[in-house]
């Protein structure tokens, strides 16, 4: 069973730049939330997608969006890139029947190293 | 605010040597705790814990939660260099949000 993939796996992009990164969840999941790591900050939630829907959002500006696709793959852009926009994007989905039934735990990606020059 | 909080952030130790990690937190609406290991980038998942004072054990890892004192625990014994990772812990809310600590760094020396 496939994990979960994230495209690319690096990126360096200048400032004022936009960026779109891709995420494939594992078959089966349709909850796929995005998060934003670095050293300072830690784990920061970005948003939570349930079938299409954005079902949660974490405090970031709205340069910071996301979708999700019928087939449960999601892609997160950011548009006007900040050098403090440098961060590992790690992709998370879970197993989910609906109405908050049946949750596994997230399987996570191995991310996405953007660098903001 | 809603947060929760790792400590200590790093950790040196030895081969062989015990340790104990802590996570506390400030959740509303709290509906479970995590912990996942991240070695290289991606997070690998460890423990669920949900109720007070049952203990979760794999080998040498094992985890506690304290529902009235708002903490977990996670221990690790005899430690292995294949350890040296960053351990994080997550609180997820009602509401479906995880809240992710700044995560704790140990290093395991040979």
């Known amino acids: 069973k496939a994990g979960v993939t994230q495209t690319p796996r690096y990126l360096i992009k200048t400032r004022g730049q936009q960026v779109t990164l891709s995420c494939s969840p594992i078959?089966?999941?349709?909850?796929v939330s995005w998060y934003q790591q670095t050293p300072g900050q830690g784990l920061q939630f970005l948003f939570e997608y349930f079938s299409e829907t954005q079902r949660n959002k974490g405090n970031f500006p709205g340069r910071f969006s996301g979708r999700q696709f019928s087939n449960s793959r999601s892609e997160m852009n950011v548009s006007t890139l900040e050098l403090g926009d440098s961060a590992l994007y790690l992709c998370a989905s879970r197993f989910e029947r609906g109405s908050g039934q049946g949750r596994s735990s997230y399987t996570f990606g191995s991310g996405t190293r953007l660098t903001v020059v | 605010e809603d947060k929760v909080v790792q400590s200590p952030l790093s950790l040196v130790v030895h081969e062989g040597d015990t340790v104990t990690l802590n996570c506390s937190y400030e959740v509303t609406n709290f509906r479970s705790l995590l912990w996942y290991k991240q070695e290289k980038k991606a997070p690998t998942f460890l423990f669920m814990l949900t109720s007070s004072g049952i203990e979760k054990k794999s080998g040498r890892l094992s985890s506690i939660l304290d529902k009235k004192e708002l903490f977990s625990i996670l221990n690790i014994t005899a430690t292995q260099t294949g350890d040296s990772a960053i351990y994080l812990c997550a609180v997820v809310h009602t509401g479906n949000q995880f809240y992710f600590g700044t995560g704790t760094s140990l290093t395991v020396i040979p």
């Open positions: 078959s089966g999941h349709r909850s």
